[in-house]
Nanobody, 123 residues
Framework: QVQLVESGGGLVQAGGSLRLSCAAS????????MGWFRQAPGKEREFVAGVSWSAGNIYYADSVKGRFTISRDNDKKTVYLQMNSLKPEDTAVYYC????????????????WGQGTQVTVSS
């Protein structure tokens, strides 16, 4: 079993940066593909970025390419999301999730989820 705890959210002005962290418990963290998703009020949860267990495969949503960077440290059991050049439309609750399969953009393929961290970008 894996438990995930996100941190690093907050309020930032447009153009600013934030770094989200997702700390995992459990001995098999390195076996999981990890993803970041977000959900804005009134909208469906959407894929943001994903990284395979070895970090050999990394994917981004088109809306964040060139601005966000996902990374993982298996020794620290932590996955990160560096968010630069933030826009008001990035405002959402951000969730990290773990999947035993390959990285996908489909949230239903991720079995473990964190509680989420709020990111608010002011204009």
């Amino acid at each position: 079993q894996v438990q995930l705890v996100e941190s690093g959210g907050g309020l930032v002005q447009a153009g600013g940066s934030l770094r989200l962290s997702c700390a995992a418990s459990g001995r098999t963290f390195s076996s999981y593909a990890m993803g970041w998703f977000r959900q804005a009020p009134g909208k469906e949860r959407e894929f943001v970025a994903g990284v395979s267990w070895s970090a050999g495969n990394i994917y981004y949503a088109d809306s964040v390419k060139g601005r966000f960077t996902i990374s993982r440290d298996n020794d620290k059991k932590t996955v990160y999301l560096q968010m630069n050049s933030l826009k008001p439309e990035d405002t959402a609750v951000y969730y990290c999730a773990a999947s035993l399969g390959r990285v996908t953009m489909n949230p239903s393929t991720y079995y473990y989820w964190g509680q989420g961290t709020q990111v608010t970008v002011s204009s």
